[in-house]
C-alpha cells in the first residue's frame, strides 16, 4: 500500500500553533507581522481581545482586529443593533473602529442601568415615605389609654370619669331621699313637732298662767314685811 506523505510543518506553523495554544498569555504583540496576527488573533476570547489591544502601545491593530470587534458587538447587542449602527455611520458619512463602537454602547447601557437603578431607588424611597407618613397618622388619631387619670382637671379621660362618679352620687342620692323609708322618717318627724309644744307648755311655772300673778306675790310681800 502506498502511503501519503504529509508535509512537515514550517517553523512559522509551529509558532502560530504555539501561540494559539497559549493565546491566553498574550500581551503587547510588538511587531509581530499583521498576517501572524491575523491568524492568531481570532482564536482569543473577548477578554483576550481587549488585554491586548489595552496592552499593545504604539501600534494599531485595526486592520487585523476590526472585524473581530464587529462579531462580539453582533454577539453581544444583537444583528439589528450592529445594522442600526452601520446605516447611521452611513447616513453621517462617519467611520468608527468597532473596538470603539462596541466600548461606547457598554458605557450607554452602563448609563441606562444606572438611571433605572436610581428611579427604582426612588421609588422605593417614596414608597417608604408613604408608609411612614401613613403609620404616623394612624398613631395620631389612636386615643389615648384610659387607665390614665388627670388629677389637674380638664377634658381628659380623669375628667370624665371624675364627671361621670359624681352624676352617679347625685343619683344615688336622689333615689335615697326618694326612698320610702326616708319619707316614713320625715312624716314621723313632723307628726312629732306638736307634741312637743304641748309638753313644754306643761313645764311652765305656775306664774306664768293668767291671773294667779297677783295672789303668790302678795304672801312674799308679806312675809318681807315680818322680817
Avoid at 442601568?113 to 408613604?130: F, G, P
Avoid at 389612636?142 to 370619669?161: D, E, H, I, M, W
Avoid at 306643761?202 to 291671773?211: E, I, T
Wanted: aromatic share 6%; glycine share 4%; with cysteine.
Amino acid at each position: 500500500m502506498l502511503r501519503t506523505k504529509r508535509k512537515a510543518p514550517s517553523l512559522v506553523d509551529l509558532c502560530v500553533n504555539l501561540a494559539v495554544e497559549n493565546v491566553k498569555y498574550l500581551g503587547d504583540v510588538g511587531e509581530t507581522d499583521l498576517h501572524l496576527l491575523d491568524r492568531i488573533l481570532p482564536h482569543c476570547t473577548l477578554d483576550q481581545l481587549m488585554h491586548i489591544e489595552k496592552s499593545t502601545v504604539g501600534r494599531d491593530l485595526s486592520s487585523v482586529t476590526d472585524k473581530l470587534w464587529k462579531t462580539f458587538y453582533e454577539k453581544q447587542f444583537g444583528e439589528r443593533s450592529t445594522n442600526l449602527v452601520i446605516e447611521r455611520m452611513r447616513q453621517k458619512k462617519v467611520s468608527f473602529r468597532w473596538l470603539q463602537l462596541y466600548e461606547a454602547k457598554l458605557k450607554e447601557i452602563a448609563e441606562a442601568v444606572n438611571k433605572s437603578a436610581a428611579r427604582i431607588r426612588q421609588l422605593y424611597k417614596k414608597e417608604d415615605d408613604r408608609k411612614q407618613s401613613r403609620q404616623v397618622r394612624i398613631c395620631s388619631k389612636v386615643p389615648p389609654s384610659s387607665s390614665k387619670r388627670s388629677f389637674c382637671g380638664g377634658s381628659g379621660p380623669g375628667y370624665n370619669l371624675s364627671n361621670g362618679k359624681s352624676n352617679l352620687m347625685k343619683k344615688a342620692k336622689m333615689d335615697f331621699l326618694k326612698s320610702r323609708e326616708v319619707q316614713n322618717i320625715a312624716a314621723m318627724k313632723k307628726n312629732a313637732l306638736p307634741g312637743s309644744s304641748r309638753s313644754s307648755s306643761m313645764m311652765k311655772p305656775p306664774s306664768s298662767f293668767p291671773g294667779k300673778s297677783s295672789a303668790s306675790s302678795k304672801p312674799m310681800k308679806s312675809l318681807e314685811r315680818r322680817f
